[in-house]
């Protein structure tokens, strides 16, 4: 009841020790008759300034997850608070508001931006949506120049400099990885609270893929925002976050630093998962044989989400949902039988 | 036979766009060996795709393949691809040398159920007998079940089409298979099974694979040799141990510490290669790597792209061969276990 009490008290003053957080989501896709869990009652915290990647593979719902937390989704049930407000209702000016701290950079940087508008008008864009509660925030007016000015600065810290060079270029002329600096400067300008990156290295060869993770390493400790590092690559996420939530079927099974996660999993999907990253020289374990059913509908799974595939499946994972239990040092499991 | 199953000499690819010629693959040579895998390393544009479809003579005009000789190794003798009529390169295809394309989401007819797919090749090879065995025969060892015989594409899972472009690439018993990009599109624990499955086939089946891949964990997962591909031409060659535990080529060195493991110490900067590769519609003098290299020097300026052997089997087109660039940390291995 205190407990209830404190919470309560936390939410009427919008303070909170965290930036965001998930409480008992469910997201629900209907198609027909089929209702599809693709996010199962998940609850997550960020703190601010913390990075976290959710990693699983497709279909596990991480993107739901990614495209719920910047309110480009509304949840089916629970509620997702920023900074301690409850973001499932605001609209108009508050929505608004909500809109010019949180940002997200999408997979392909071959589709994100829009190749008939030069790099000036892609990353100008949310300045110029923006403009009257900018101007309102900062106090100057957002003339042309000052537009010019702000965006060739960004461009710049994102390592395509000189940033005024590629103010009046178009997409074609730029490589892979150039376009996801490009993707990343338009999702900086506004000096966001919280970034949501959707796989934002999958698309790029190895050698860049490395350039644009150093790149937004640095930037996070420069700009000192919270991320959601969306990715089905262990060893990124493990590079650039500080802490790992690995997703089954729409359920967060494990959760804790990233280092600990990927070094000494716990549950036996991450096990799985982390086993099949392949290494220089090999596999780690090619002799693993355990085979995932992807055979299963994700309908409100009454037991465990992997129980069609463990290999220390009992009866009782059949029956009843595990929750995330406490192993200490931050860690949690959500297993009955953890590694 | 010989135990070369394919040798390219001195292989020119070009792409015409509007007044352009982008020479996409320079005086490239090449053996593959018979029952070996084959990776091929490389960044996009590298033109190692390129090379696929040049052997299997699937550059269409204005594109051309302006020079050079692909000759391939039967029990009949050896065939030049290149100088094959069309009807025989007709029949050559599939039979003797199939393809995986890259996007094998996108290889499969939508609306034809999958034994469809597969009737509709044997009749395109002429190729007779007991359908309903050979399509059973081909899912089962891509690890399919007769069960999506009557599926459409759309009801299967993207490894599951992964498996019957892989199927599809096997039905007519081919010598080679190229592999371009296989799992690129794959979850993590799809891409191990189909590796590992791809393995086994080699040894089950007898076949040679070239496998195009831009990732040299998956390529030295997988393959017996690795060769590095680097702006139309293989830079690096050797045995798969050789080539990632003494990569000779600055390229290779930089390519390889570049790659984040699960060891990878957070928080560290990551090695990066600058820059871009150099532009193929431009004459390249000396070498091609120079602009971006660490340890270049003058001497660079009139290499003429010869191969050196640094150890056994093991090639380099430097003019320095096993030049060390400074402070590479390349991650740690994991010694092959087979």
């Known amino acids: 009841m205190e407990y209830q009490l404190r919470n309560d008290d936390e939410y009427s003053t919008g303070e909170s020790e965290y930036l965001i957080e998930f409480k008992n989501i469910t997201k629900i896709f209907k198609s027909g008759h089929i209702q599809n869990y693709a996010l199962d009652c998940v609850n997550l915290k960020i703190k601010p300034g913390e990075s976290i990647s959710v990693v699983g593979e497709s279909g596990s719902g991480k993107t739901t997850l990614g495209l719920l937390a910047v309110k480009l989704l509304t949840p089916s049930k629970g509620e997702i608070n920023f900074e301690g407000k409850n973001i499932a209702k605001i609209r ?44 309102k925030r900062d106090g100057i007016k957002l003339t042309k120049n000052e537009i010019r000015k702000r965006v060739a600065i960004t461009l710049d810290r994102v390592g395509l400099s000189p940033g005024e060079s590629f103010l009046d270029i178009y997409p074609k002329k730029l490589s892979g990885g150039q376009r996801q600096r490009v993707a990343i400067a338009r999702a900086l300008i506004l000096s966001p609270k919280f970034i949501v990156a959707d796989e934002p290295t999958s698309m790029l060869d190895v050698s860049i893929s490395a350039q644009v993770l150093n790149l937004l390493s640095q930037l996070k400790k420069e700009f000192n925002f919270s991320m959601i590092y969306i990715s089905h690559e262990l060893a990124t996420s493990r590079f650039i976050s500080d802490k790992m939530a690995v997703m089954n079927l729409g359920r967060i099974v494990e959760y804790g630093r990233s280092e600990d996660v990927t070094d000494h999993p716990r549950h036996p999907y991450s096990d799985i998962l982390i086993k099949s990253v392949p290494e220089i020289g090999g596999f780690i374990d090619s002799n693993n044989t ?15 989400t992997f129980a069609h595939s463990c290999p220390k499946v009992t009866d009782k994972c059949r029956i009843e949902r595990p929750e995330l239990q406490d192993l200490g040092n931050e860690h949690y499991v959500a297993c009955f039988h953890p590694l | 036979m010989k135990d070369v199953i394919l040798s390219v000499n001195g292989l020119e690819t070009i792409y015409r766009t509007g007044k352009k010629e982008v020479k996409a693959l320079r005086n490239l040579y090449l053996d593959v060996k018979r029952g070996e895998t084959l990776a091929l390393v490389g960044e996009s544009g590298s033109g190692k795709s390129t090379l696929g479809l040049s052997i299997l003579r699937l550059i269409e005009p204005p594109n051309e393949i302006s020079n050079g000789k692909i000759v391939f190794n039967d029990t009949e003798g050896d065939v030049s691809i290149l100088d094959l009529s069309l009807p025989g390169i007709r029949k050559f295809r599939w039979k003797k040398v199939s393809m995986i394309f890259q996007s094998a989401m996108n290889v499969l007819n939508p609306i034809a159920r999958i034994e469809d797919q597969f009737i509709d090749t044997f009749q395109a090879h002429d190729i007779n007998g007991d359908y309903n065995e050979r399509i059973n025969h081909y899912l089962e060892i891509s690890g399919l079940g007769e069960n999506v015989r009557k599926l459409y594409p759309h009801q299967l899972s993207g490894g599951m089409k992964q498996r019957v472009s892989i199927a599809l690439a096997l039905c007519c018993e081919p010598d080679l298979l190229i592999a371009d990009e296989p799992t690129t599109a794959l979850d993590v624990v799809v891409q191990k099974e189909v590796l590992l499955e791809l393995n086994r086939l080699k040894h089950e089946l007898n076949l040679s694979i070239i496998f195009i891949t831009h990732d040299l964990r998956v390529a030295s997962s997988i393959a017996d040799r690795i060769g590095i591909f680097y702006a139309g031409r293989i830079i690096e060659m050797g045995k798969t141990e050789d080539v990632i535990n003494h990569p000779s080529h600055p390229y290779s060195q930089l390519l390889l510490s570049s790659i984040i493991t699960t060891r990878t110490p957070k928080n560290s900067t990551l090695t990066t290669l600058t820059g871009s590769p150099p532009d193929l519609s431009s004459r390249i003098t000396g070498c091609s790597f120079y602009p971006r290299c660490p340890v270049h020097d003058v001497s660079c300026l009139t290499f003429k792209e010869e191969k050196t052997e640094v150890s056994k089997e093991h090639f380099v087109e430097c003019i320095r061969p096993g030049v060390q660039v400074n402070g590479m940390k390349i991650p740690e291995n994991i010694r092959r276990g087979d």
Do not use: A, H, W
């Not at chain 1, 000016?93 to 950079?105: D, G, K, P």
């Not at chain 1, 931006?113 to 949506?129: Q, R």
């Open chain 1, 92 to 135: 108009g000016s508050r929505l608004r508001e909500f809109r010019l701290i949180t940002q997200m950079v999408f997979q392909d940087p071959y589709s994100s931006l829009n190749p008939y508008n030069t790099i000036l008008e892609s990353v100008s864009l949310p300045l110029v949506s923006n403009k009257s509660t900018i101007e």
């Open chain 1, 290 to 304: 355990t085979k995932i059913n992807y055979n299963v509908l994700n309908g409100g799974i009454k037991g465990c």
